[in-house]
C-alpha cells in the first residue's frame, strides 16, 4: 500500500511462512496523519491527566473511556493506579491495537474493552467518563458532540452514576471573520481565461457547488494562511451532562468587522473543550488573535470554512 508520503512493502522468501495469519492487521495502526499527530500530542494527554487526577477528592475506582482510535484508555490506567479502566472501541483494528498494547504493558487486569455500549457489564457502575474527542465519522471538530448522545444513553440505562464526573465537561462554538490569502479561490469564478470568457463554466461549477457543497468543509488552516478582521465570538455553549435538546437549535446574531484593511471573503470555526475551569482542548488558534495579522492555527486539527461568495470590506 502506498500514497504519497509513504510507502510499506514486505519481501518474503516463497518457502516461508507467516507466523501470524492476521499480521497485516497489525501492521498498520487505522489513524490518520492528523489523528496520529493528536494521540502524539503530549500536552494535550498531559491535561486529560491533570484533569482526571483532579476533578475528585476520593479515589476513582471504574473510569470509561470514549472515543475513537485512541490510547487515553491506556494513559489513565498508567495515570489513576487505583481506577479500572473500560474502552469503548467500536473500530476492530483499532481493538486489536489496543489489546496487544494491554498484553505489552501487563494491563490486563486493569483495562477491558468492549466494542458496543451495549456490551459493556451491567453490574458496573462509572465514576468518571473521559472522552477523547474523536470519532471516526467526524469531519468537523463540533461532529465529536456525538459523545454527550453517548453519555446520554449510558444515564438512561444506569450505568453511571448521578454525580459521574465528565471529561471534557463544556463545549465551546468560536467563530472569526478572516481574510483568506488563497484559499478563497477554490471556489472562485475564472470569468475571462486568455481570452475566452468562462461564464457559462462558472455558472454550471456555482451551481454544482450550491448542489454539493457544504455550507462549512474541512481545511486544516495551518496551511492557507489568513488574517484576523475581527476578535474571535463564541457562538455557543454545551454542557456535555445536561440532558440534550430534543429539537434543533438556531443561533443568530450580527459580527462587527474591526479590521478593513482587507477584505471580507470568509469565516472561520473551530471548537474548544473545557476539560476543568482551567484546562482545555483548543483546535484553533495557538495564540492570541490580533486584528490585521495572520492566525497562528493548530497544526493536529482541522478546522471549519465558510467562503462567501461575494467578498466585503
Known amino acids: 500500500n502506498h500514497d504519497e508520503y509513504s510507502l510499506w512493502f514486505d519481501v518474503i522468501n516463497k518457502k516461508q511462512e507467516t507466523s501470524n495469519k492476521n499480521s497485516e492487521e497489525y501492521l498498520y495502526m487505522p489513524m490518520s496523519r492528523t489523528r496520529l499527530f493528536q494521540v502524539n500530542d503530549s500536552e494535550a494527554n498531559q491535561k486529560y491527566i491533570q484533569a482526571i487526577q483532579s476533578i475528585s477528592t476520593e479515589p476513582l475506582k471504574n473510569i470509561l473511556c470514549l472515543g475513537d482510535q485512541s490510547v487515553m484508555g491506556l494513559v489513565l490506567a498508567a495515570s489513576v493506579s487505583s481506577a479500572h479502566v473500560t474502552i469503548l472501541q467500536e473500530n476492530k483494528r483499532m481493538e486489536a491495537v489496543l489489546n496487544d498494547m494491554i498484553k505489552e504493558n501487563d494491563l490486563s487486569s486493569r483495562i477491558d474493552v468492549y466494542p458496543e455500549i451495549q456490551d459493556l457489564p451491567s453490574e458496573v457502575c462509572y465514576d468518571a467518563v473521559v472522552c477523547d474527542m474523536f470519532f471516526t465519522g467526524s469531519v468537523l471538530s463540533w461532529h465529536n458532540l456525538l459523545a454527550a448522545y453517548h453519555i446520554r ?16 465537561g463544556k463545549f465551546h462554538l468560536w467563530l472569526l471573520p478572516v481574510h483568506y490569502s488563497d484559499l478563497w479561490k477554490i471556489r472562485a469564478p475564472l470569468h475571462n481565461i486568455e481570452g475566452f470568457h468562462m461564464k457559462h463554466f462558472d455558472d454550471i461549477i456555482d451551481k454544482a457547488s450550491d448542489t454539493c457543497d457544504e455550507n462549512v468543509e474541512p481545511q486544516p488552516l495551518w496551511e492557507y494562511p489568513c488574517t484576523a478582521l475581527a476578535h474571535p465570538i463564541r457562538v455557543a455553549t454545551l454542557n456535555l451532562s445536561d440532558p440534550l435538546p430534543d429539537n434543533n437549535i438556531s443561533y443568530t446574531g450580527t459580527v462587527d468587522l474591526e479590521c478593513k484593511e482587507k477584505e471580507l471573503n470568509g469565516l472561520a470555526l473551530w471548537s474548544t473543550w473545557d476539560l476543568t475551569d482551567d484546562l482545555s482542548i483548543n483546535t484553533g488558534p495557538l495564540s492570541d488573535i490580533i486584528l490585521g495579522k495572520q492566525v497562528e492555527w493548530n497544526k493536529g486539527h482541522k478546522q471549519g470554512v465558510h467562503l462567501f461568495k461575494e467578498h466585503k470590506m
Open 153 to 168: 444513553q449510558l444515564k438512561n440505562e444506569g450505568r453511571i452514576k448521578g454525580n459521574c464526573s465528565v471529561v471534557p
